[in-house]
Structure formats: C-alpha cells, structure tokens
C-alpha cells in the first residue's frame, strides 16, 4: 500500500468529473470514486496514525465526512486538497476525542471495571462480566447503560453506537462517560 | 474498532446518494453575507436614523477614529470570509488570510482607541457606559442580519468547529456594525469610544459564544466539537 505511487495529480481530473457526478445523483461515478479515493485515505491516515486499529474507523468516518460535505466542493477547484482536508479534518478529530476519552476514562477500565472491557466479542465479554459489574450494570438508567454496553461490551465505535441509539455521537459520549462514573460509584461502594 | 468493512460503508454511502446543490464560491457567500449589511445601514440612513458625521467633523480628520473606523471594517470582512471559510474543507488559506486579516484588524482599531484614550481626561461621567450599552445594541442590530446569513452559511456547508465558526461570524457582523456606529454616534468620550465600538465586536461575541456553538450544534449537527 505504501509502495503505491502518489499520482493524484494525474487522477484529478478523473475524481473532479466523478465528484461533479456524484453531486448529480450519479451513483456509479459515485462509487468509482470512492473505490478510488479509498487508498488514498488510508495512506494520509496511515502516515499521521500510530494507532493501527484507529485507522479503519478514521478512514471510514473521512468517507462518511465526505459523504455529508459533498455539496462544499466546487468544480472550478481540484478534488484532491478538498478530499485531503476532509481525511485530515477526521484524523484532528478523532485525536481531540482520544485525548478526551482519556482523560475521562483512564482510570475506571483497567481498575474498577475489569470484565468490563473484554477483548473481542460480545459472546466472550457476557461471559466475562462479572455478577457484580453485570448488577451494577442494571442499575444504570436505560440510556446510559445502551452506551456502556454498545461501546464496551459490543465494541462499536462511538459513530456506530451513536447511530444505533439514534442519538449524535457527542450525545452517546456524555451517555458512556455518566454510566461510567456511575459504574465506578457503585463498583466502589461495593468494594468498601 | 468498526464492525463495518470498508467496502460495505461505501456501499452504504452509494446507495444513501441523491443529488446535492453546491454551496455558492466563497467570494459569493461573503458578497451575500455583506450585503443586509449594507442594506440595513442604508436603510437607517434613508429613514433618519443615524446619519453619517458631515464631512468638515473634527471626526474624519482624526487619525484615531479614521484608525478605529478602518480597523472594525477589516474585521468585519476578516472575520466573516474566516467564518465562511472555516466550513469549507479546502479553504484553510483563506481563512488564516481572513484571521490575519481580522488580527490586523483589530490591533489599528485597539490601538488607535488606546492612542487615543492615553491623552484623555479622566472620566468625567460616571454613567458613560449606559450609553454605551445602546451602541453594542445598535452595532449588534445593524449586523445581525448579515450574522444570520453567515450562521446559515456556515451551518449548512461543513460545519466543523461550531462555536468557533459562529463566533467569528458574530465578531464579523458585529464589527461591519460597529463600524457604522462608530461614524455616527456623536459621544465623543473616549472611553466609550474604546469599548462601545471598538470591542463592541469581541464583547458581543464573548457573551454568545457558548449559546452560539450549542444552537449551532443543535440546529445543524456538527461532525465535532470544539
């Protein structure tokens, strides 16, 4: 992948007529398109990402971005720098919300909610959680559980969860971070 | 990680297509933004009132209004090209240009208040800052409606940083205003001078930005947050 050569200068002029169709309604342009731009993408997010099992969800949120800034792009401007900024706005986002993540949460996974964050799939984290985590879990209001469950226990990315609780992903962010302070309160008080 | 592949989102994204109408060219969507602006200050004219100071005013001979008048219109242009461009993926040249542009802005038009205020007597009213409560009022009433242009603008192409985004729009509107204000507001106190216009457009902006970016965010979603 890294090997390929960058000829998107050379390729522009294809992606701008495909963009310009997209914008149209023209799906097979559309596709063309993306199905094109999608090495690209992972090689500007693989050259600014260390993290290698961030990169898919940066990639795949750069061409939902895409998806919903198509009518920002103007014909008389090349496509390459408007789709380069869109991947570069994705990855300054999902750092922001890594750094957050941490702060927030660093301490509550590894110490007070051990089967809380399982290692692959939902069949092996149920049966990992513990009865007293899996209590506590109960206790939570509805809503905030869905978001501890839909990103600790399914694994989603917070887009993904975001969209199966049909609320913004910010909204399932303060959801996850309220469940966990509440999971650590009362994991605590257990404790004691 | 997602449990999405690649191949299947774009999949998604294809069959989730319809046809779009493109944002107008930047230069366009500042021309748009500008123009209730200048329609609105015609309009105060036409009806009386606020008229512009009478060409032999001590006013246009003073290098230190000249100073705050050009530099609220600087960032009042700054600004907004900035804000519009900060919701456009690819126009992030233009919007340090716009910021540069507002930066520069603001320092002639604080400096020459400053210059100014340095060689004034103290403050001989100590009601001064009533007044001045009307002129961010009429500073903000004269670019509002140029505000809620480049707010819709901004909200509906790819909005990004919501609060920043709208603020530097308020501060833009704001500032086009303010300008106005300061070449007809007949108080010749310079501190009023100093913080009825010329921050009229940082004050404003100050006191809206956490409820501009949460309205934005609420009204038009954001794809982060800042």
């Known amino acids: ?9 050379d390729r522009d002029p294809h992606w701008r007529a495909w963009m310009i169709g997209a914008q149209e309604g023209d799906a097979a342009a559309y596709e063309k398109l993306l199905r094109e731009i999608l090495p690209r993408a992972r090689r500007q997010v693989g050259a600014r990402v260390s993290d290698v099992a961030a990169r898919e969800d940066i990639v795949q949120n750069a061409l939902v971005s895409l998806h919903r800034s198509r009518h920002t792009y103007r014909p008389e401007r090349p496509f ?8 570069r706005n994705a990855i300054v986002d999902w750092a922001r919300a890594r750094g957050r993540i941490a702060q927030r949460e660093v301490s509550i996974e590894p110490e007070s909610l051990p089967a809380a964050t399982p290692e ?21 209001p509805a809503a905030q559980r869905q978001a ?33 302070r509440a999971l650590r309160a009362l994991l605590g008080r257990g404790e004691r | 990680m997602s449990t999405t592949s690649a ?9 989730d297509l319809h046809p779009v109408r493109r944002i107008p060219p930047l230069r366009v969507a500042v ?24 060409l032999g005013d001590p006013f246009w001979s003073s290098p230190f209004a000249l100073a705050i008048l050009s530099g609220l219109l600087v960032v009042g242009l700054g600004s907004t090209a900035a804000a519009l461009a900060s919701s456009v993926p690819d126009r992030a040249r233009t ?15 604080l400096g020459g208040a400053l210059l100014q205020l340095s060689g004034a ?13 009307g002129c961010l009022g009429h500073a903000f009433g004269l670019g509002l409606v140029s505000g809620l242009v480049a707010l819709r603008f901004i909200g509906t192409a790819a909005m990004w940083r919501p609060r920043a985004s709208s603020t530097l729009a308020v501060a833009g509107a704001v500032a086009l205003g303010a300008g106005v204000v300061h070449a007809t507001c007949r108080a010749g106190e310079t501190y009023h001078q100093l913080v009825a216009h010329a921050l009229a457009p940082a004050i404003v902006a100050a006191l809206l930005v956490i409820p501009l970016g949460l309205a934005m965010r609420r009204l038009y979603g954001a794809r982060s947050s800042d």
């Open chain 2, 121 to 133: 007597l103290p403050i001989a009213d100590p009601g001064w800052w009533r007044g001045s409560l």
């Open chain 1, 80 to 87: 390459s720098p408007w789709f380069h900024a869109i991947v």
């Open chain 2, 7 to 15: 191949e299947d989102r774009i999949r998604d994204l294809v069959a």
């Open chain 2, 31 to 54: 021309a748009w933004t500008v123009l209730p602006w200048l329609v609105v200050v015609a309009l105060e004219w036409g009806l009386g009132r606020a008229r512009p100071r009478a």
């Open chain 1, 120 to 140: 692959s799939t939902e069949a092996r984290a149920q049966e990992a959680l513990s009865p007293e985590l899996e209590r506590a879990l109960a206790s939570l």
């Open chain 1, 148 to 180: 501890v469950e839909l990103i600790h226990v399914e694994e989603l990315s917070v887009a993904e969860a975001a969209t199966r609780a049909g609320v913004s992903p910010g909204a399932l962010k303060v959801r996850a971070h309220r469940g966990y």
């Open chain 1, 1 to 9: 992948m890294h090997d390929e050569p960058d000829n998107s200068d």
């Open chain 2, 95 to 109: 919007m340090r240009w716009g910021l540069v542009a507002c930066a520069i802005g603001a320092g002639i038009a």
